[in-house]
Antibody, heavy 123, light 107 residues
Framework: EVQLVESGGGLVQPGGSLRLSCAAS????????MSWVRQAPGKGLEWVSA????????NYADSVKGRFSISRDNSKNTLYLQMNSLRAEDTAVYYC????????????????WGQGTMVTVSA | SYELTQPPSVSVSPGQTASIICSGD??????ACWYQQKPGQSPVLVIY???KRPSGIPERFSGSNSGNTATLTISGTQPMDEADYYC??????????FGGGTKLTVL
């Protein structure tokens, strides 16, 4: 069964840091681009960051550029999101999502989503 | 940056057809996809490459994309289809973009 399991969320003070993890199973992890998508309470989906299968290319939303860093360890089938200089507006459920098609770059949709991990930024 | 626009809400009676639109500059030149999200759950892909349904998605879900508008159509809408729906596309400058979401009410 294809599965994504996020972890690492929690309560953090403004200006603090947090690292999220996403453990993948049931597919050849290194062949697929992966993304982080967040959803603030009561709001819509916001794409945060993406990384291709090899890890050689990354993309970020303007709202997190320079503060967040996406990475992956293909030997551990795990995706990461390092979040620094956190702000109240970063409070959200963070989902990891798998690209639909395995290729050298990004495909056309996300076919598998994790259950999400909640990040709360508050003093 | 690239933007996708959706109506905040759409209402439909059970058994009728619901149409949810997603607008973006030259969206028809890109692939659009759609997700369904029910309260407390993760999003589920219901349409990809404008018109294709993933395995397990009912045939009543269909999609189209032309010009500046992509449309998700639900034929014979059922109460279980009540959910939030999001369109998504890839833009070469902005990367992945989501629409703001549409709340579908079946009443």
């Amino acid at each position: 069964e294809v599965q994504l399991v996020e972890s690492g969320g929690g309560l953090v003070q403004p200006g603090g840091s947090l690292r999220l993890s996403c453990a993948a199973s049931g597919f050849t992890f290194s062949s697929y681009a992966m993304s982080w998508v967040r959803q603030a309470p009561g709001k819509g989906l916001e794409w945060v960051s993406a990384i291709i299968g090899s890890g050689g290319s990354t993309n970020y939303a303007d709202s997190v550029k320079g503060r967040f860093s996406i990475s992956r360890d293909n030997s551990k089938n795990t995706l990461y999101l390092q979040m620094n200089s956190l702000r109240a507006e970063d409070t959200a459920v963070y989902y990891c999502a798998k690209d639909r098609v395995g290729s050298g770059s990004y495909s056309d949709a996300f076919d598998i989503w994790g259950q999400g991990t909640m990040v709360t930024v508050s003093a | 940056s690239y933007e996708l626009t959706q109506p905040p809400s759409v209402s439909v009676s059970p058994g009728q057809t619901a149409s949810i639109i997603c607008s973006g500059d030259k969206l028809g030149d890109k692939y659009a996809c759609w997700y369904q999200q029910k309260p407390g759950q993760s999003p589920v892909l219901v349409i990809y490459q404008d018109t294709k349904r993933p395995s397990g998605i009912p045939e009543r879900f269909s999609g189209s994309n032309s010009g500046n508008t992509a449309t998700l159509t639900i034929s014979g809408t059922q109460p279980m289809d009540e959910a939030d729906y999001y369109c998504q596309a890839w833009d070469s400058r902005t990367a992945w973009v989501f629409g703001g979401g549409t709340k579908l009410t079946v009443l």
